[in-house]
């Protein structure tokens, strides 16, 4: 249909988030404007994440429906989360770095229905019931529960605490588990130079490091698949890891290493000499990036999109996830949710080994955090 013909839809999307962050969903309905008939409809569970995190996904799912009924039509977004509607009208800025990204992605799929098609109208909640059943909907299927307001009480004997469940004598869960795995040892490594995306091959002592983790695996057992970033010093401890296992490999860029920018393969001492005001910033706040490099901040969010992806795309299995020290800190830091700045404070050691369990209620456990007892 032409941009002439002038349809018009309506976009009705809403997110939640059980506990905030917690297990997470939206729905999205897109109507036409004129008869109020269903055109389509989507929902999806988003494993543990915060509520603008699934409102704004709400809101993307909505605008793809749309395009796909009409690429011209004219869209009135609909949603009763005032941040998001001020937010996309421009009349708020973003603050949070985490949704920076998705603002950014909705504003391209807006423009791409023509200059002025799309416009967002703040509606009270009770006139979005239809988005929100469909969120809830989509939370009690990935959770595997009742509906919240059904919800049996605790069991007697079981240990509750805030909003968030602690893990105690009450029924078992079934958990996702991320084993996190440094790479081994590089030339990098040995001279203490920064190394972020730049690509030092493992040295000798990281394959005979990487052995002893396949070999701790092998031992441990159960590891449905690798996952891996895509450098070549963590893709040849993965394929290592992975043959002792038995398990497949994938890749995911999400899983490199935080970007330093112009002081990829430089020593601290050197990076302190040549850019010191820089650098003093840098290890001040998150917010500030190396020059030309990637700040905590961001790879906080593109290790929780990583983590998200993984634990709902592998719901109940146990993952071996290849990365660096970098990201494997921001997994536990999220696990924690803790500050960013607590990255200063997490060292995590080649070869080291972590392990986090996920479950469907929202609750995240670390049981292990850089343990190199394999390495003795």
Known sequence: MSAASGRR???EADGGSRNNPGPAGYGAVVRDASTGEVLREASEFLGVATNNFAEYNGLLAGLRLAHEVDPDAYVDVRMDSRLVVEQMSGRWQVKHPDLRPLVREAASLASSFGAGHVSYTWIPRER???ADALANKAMDAGTGRAPRSAAPAPA????TRGPNRIVGWGPALEATTLVLVRHG??????EKRFSGVGDPPLVEQGRLQAKA???RLAARGGIDLVVSSPL????????IVAAAVGAPVEYDDDLREIDFGVWEGLTFETVRERWPRELELWLSDTSISPPEGESYDALRHRVLTAQQRLVNRNRGRTVCVVTHSRPTAMFVENALDAPTSSIY???VDTAGVSELDYYDDGNVVVRTFNDTSHLR
């Open 156 to 159: 007697a004997g079981s240990l």
């Open 185 to 190: 040892v590089t030339t990098f490594t040995i």
């Open 9 to 11: 839809l309506i976009v």
């Open 128 to 130: 979005n019931k239809a």
């Open 345 to 347: 404070r997490l060292h």
């Open 213 to 215: 983790v396949a070999e």
């Open 232 to 239: 070549s010093r963590c893709r040849e401890t993965a394929s």
